[in-house]
């Protein structure tokens, strides 16, 4: 079986469009031989077999367990959408004597086994390599049939979903109560919000749920790493095995007692099985010992949504010409955007440095007693002509120019970052827009929380929990909305105080290190005192620690903003 036969390394922009990233031989004969295993009657289906690596690998399996050509070919069934495609798969069968039900069809049209309509019969096995079309493409009559495949199945999915999803649920109609179903998906299946009722339905659909994780990406052209997925029975698990391999040629040397028995969680993402076992348990166990959610010191709230910051929020020079009044017709905010915010506070000084540089350091929030000022009246009437009470947030305000503004927070929380996010003191005591979050301290927190978290949450825990709680977007952005930036572990108070003894000493040197963008020297610091000396982690868990951050970062990173298709088919 050539590399030309099965198409691997053929990566051509239209194949690209349909999410067509033919998978490696490796990973197509270890699946098949984990869903025929043992059952050599076993009827097969690829739903969307593409040029037929899937197809030839059952063939190879089946044959192994002493079927003839013969009636080989009467177990094994391919789907697929690309007429060019299926041509390769028939002439890949043939070439070793095999043949199939070769069907040109959209999966998502055909009906499961026991419908109104005859159809595919039911199924032992389902394998195969979805593609990977993001929802932005992934769209119009396509959408619609894949998302009502799905609820057939009894899942809903977002519109945010991409097509694997929708067809991985869809290929459960197809098997039998105790058939096996072994596919290879792309990793956002663990990492992802709109992947929650894929996640959800697997537990609740099979008996049995295994998962491959690879260490190095295994399609050539794709910015996104893959987990293999294998599931058998019905009536549900609240556990799953777990492999971790470097990549597929591992997969040969896989033995029966490499896995690890992983519980499931009560729901969310699964992003912590990007680690390996150790990373896992040391992260664990250091949570245990030292850290709280940032949810125990108050919880994360957004910024004020004006409906159009653009007009709401305004610079000094725009304030002075329209003669509009601090307190009655404007207040002080923190510009929008995170920018500006470079240490470890927003201070006064901070604010008076911006507006007297001209960024947007008030919002038009007039006093609601009614009263209007000339400025205010002129600074109106610019606005109906701007159109902006039409805008959906303004319109359904009963005063369209007087947003909801939030009262200053403690802190700031930067919830979108390339790198990490950041707690930051208020102690210029202003409000702010939607384009962070705030973070209002709890009576019971200790009284030196707004100075000290700032600085003692940029340790290495902290860092790979954003990872891990976070969720990666276009352009490797990790996004945090306040349920997720409340899971955020934290310094626990027991360990905050001494830390933060030491440490604010040195607040106002680091904080310059920060500043100047040697941030790593700061978490060097801050685990040096934080991880070492008040929590005794021995150096080799610290290292680990900021190893499993580092390569969670890694891999949000080099996904890229502009590739509409980051896997496979």
Known sequence: MTKAAIGVFDLSQERKARGAFFTPPAIAEFLARQAISGRPNAKVL??????????????????ALGRSNNRISEQIFGVDIHSPSLDDASTLLNSEDFDATLLERNFFELEPPGGLLEGLPEFDAVIGNPPFVRYQQHSGSARTASASAALRQGVRLSGLASSWAALLVHAGGFLKPDGRLAMVLPAELL??????????????????????????????GALENVVLVMAQGSGGCDAFSLYYVNDAEDLKRIQPFDEFAVTFSSGGKWTDLLLSMPERQAF????????????????????????????????????????????????????????????????????????????????????????????????LKVGEELGVPEAYKCRVRSTWYRPPAVSPPDL???????????????????????????????????????????????????????????RSYGGGILKMEPREAASLPVPSPEALEPAWEVLRKERTALNRQLCKGEWSKVVDRVDDVLLNDVLALVPHEIKMMRAAGQKLRARRLARSPSSPVVNQS
Not at 46 to 63: M, S, Y
Not at 203 to 209: D, K, M, W
Not at 341 to 365: I, K, N, P, Y
């Open 412 to 470: 700031f929380f930067t919830y979108m970052s390339h790198r990490y996010p950041r707690l930051i003191a208020n102690k210029a005591k202003v409000t702010f827009v939607n384009s962070m979050h705030g973070l209002r301290l709890v009576d019971g927190a200790p009284r030196i929380s707004r100075d000290a978290l700032p600085l003692l949450s940029l340790n290495s825990v902290t860092m790979l929990g954003a990872e891990l709680y976070g």
């Open 284 to 379: 664990k166990s250091i949570m245990e010992i030292g850290f709280s959610a940032l949810g125990t010191y108050g919880a994360p709230e957004l910024g004020t949504v004006t409906g159009a910051n653009q007009y709401f929020t305004l610079n000094e020079s725009t304030r002075s010409r329209y003669r509009l009044e601090e307190s009655r017709d404007v207040i002080p905010i923190s510009p929008p955007g995170t920018r500006h915010l470079h240490g470890v506070s927003f201070t006064q000084a901070d604010w008076r440095r911006l507006r007297d540089d001209g960024e947007a350091v008030w919002m038009l929030c007039p006093e609601p007693d009614g009263t209007l000022t000339s400025g205010l009246r002129r600074y």
């Open 46 to 63: 690829d739903p969307t077999c593409g040029d037929g690596a899937f197809l030839i690998a059952a063939a190879q399996v089946l044959r």
């Open 191 to 220: 990492t992802v919000g709109y992947a929650e009722p894929v996640r959800l339905w697997l537990r609740s659909r099979f008996a049995s749920v295994k998962l491959v994780l690879f260490e190095r990406l295994q399609f050539d």
